[in-house]
Structures are given as C-alpha cells and as structure tokens.
C-alpha cells in the first residue's frame, strides 16, 4: 500500500533548488558576464528559501517543520532502530535544516558581496566596499561548506539505496511511498500555497534592491564660460 506524502509544491521546490544551486555554481566559477546570472540564481534561490520556510508552517502534513524536526530522544530512537514514521525521519530532518540554513545564509551574504571587477550584490551599496570585502570572504567560505553538506546529502542517498534497499528519490518525484491511505498528508491547500508565493515573491522583490534610495542623477557638466 502507498500513502501520499510529498505535496507537488514541496516536490517542485526540491528539484528546483537542485537545478538552481548547480546553475549557481557553474555561473560562479565561470565568471565574467555570467556573474550577471548568479545574481539573478541568488534572488530566486531566496524566492525558492522563503516559499519553502512559509511552506513549512501552512503546507501539508509532511512538509511542516514540526511534523518532522525532533529533540535528541526521537535522534537517538532512530539511531537504536525504534523510530517509525513516513517523511524525513529524525537524523534526516537535522540534515534539511543544515542545508536550509546555509543556503539562506550564502544567499543572504551574495546579497553584499562583490566579484572585485564588475558585479557587486543587490545589496551591496548598502554598506561600504571594506565591510563588502569581508562578506564576500564569508561567501566564499559557505559555499566550500555547502559542497560539503551537499556531498554527504547525496552520499546519504546512495547509502540508503545500496545498503538499506530504501529509495528515497522515488517518493521525490511522485509524492508517493510505502504506507498505508490513512497516513496520507493532510492540509497545504491553494490558499496556503498563494500566501507563500506572495511572501516569497515580497522577499525577492526586497532583496533585488528595490527599496533602494535611486542614485542621484549625475549633474551635466558645467559650460566653459567664454571669453
């Protein structure tokens, strides 16, 4: 028997920030004019961020934060084999979190710093060039650590899938897994899906500077006085 456990918006967002996160880098390490488009990869990665935090309160069953994120007794239960349950088992949850909170974090920071040629971050004239130096040190810094959390996610995957016989993409794509009917998820209807689009939109509209004084206009130079 299947229970329905990833609601579609849930799924989207999944493989979007998949698809996003590699862009990023790839436009990352490619440089030059393509810094233009890791830009615009970092306000949607916010968008994808924000939608999926708002999501985790309003959405359904499985998707809510407090559904799936446990204290160390439920952690040690699974360790010890005891723990049951459909979605993001305990140890699981504490992996999503991890993921969540840096990317925010190395989105937030991409906001401020500047490649030293020609791209600086939507937000970056906010503060000065020093301060945006030293942010885009710490936005360097995350992104080593989010390879490496990205690395032991996937690693993570693969070990469930040759050791313990447990596919955890499947349910991915087609929202279903073992279970039975009555564990089906619950909640996260259009309402509560058109309330995150909104906020996330409102978040990558603020985070695109739009609340940015505009520069003043550059005052046309002064005619020679002739003589």
Known sequence: MKAYVWDLPTRLFHWSLVVLVVAAFVTAKTGGNAMVWHGRLGLAIIGLLVFRIVWGFVGSTYARFFQFVRGPGAIFAYLR??????????????????????????????????????????????????????????????????????????????FYARVK???????????????????????????????????AAAAVWAASGALLPSPSPTPPPSAAPAF
Not at 142 to 148: H, P, S, T, V, Y
């Open 81 to 158: 084999g005891q723990w049951q349950g459909l979605g993001h088992n305990p140890l699981g949850a504490l992996s999503v979190l991890a993921l969540l909170g840096i990317l925010a974090i190395q989105a937030a920071t991409g906001l401020f710093a500047n490649d030293d040629i020609a791209f600086e971050g939507y937000l970056a004239p906010l503060i000065g060039s020093e301060a945006s130096g030293e942010i885009t040190g710490i936005h360097h810094l995350l992104e080593k650590i989010l390879m490496a959390l990205v690395a032991l996610h996937v690693g993570t995957i693969i």
């Open 165 to 199: 016989q447990h596919n955890l993409v499947k349910p991915m794509i087609s929202g279903w897994a073992d279970g039975v009917p009555e564990q089906s998820a619950q909640g996260g209807n259009a309402v509560a899906f058109v309330v995150a689009i909104v906020i």
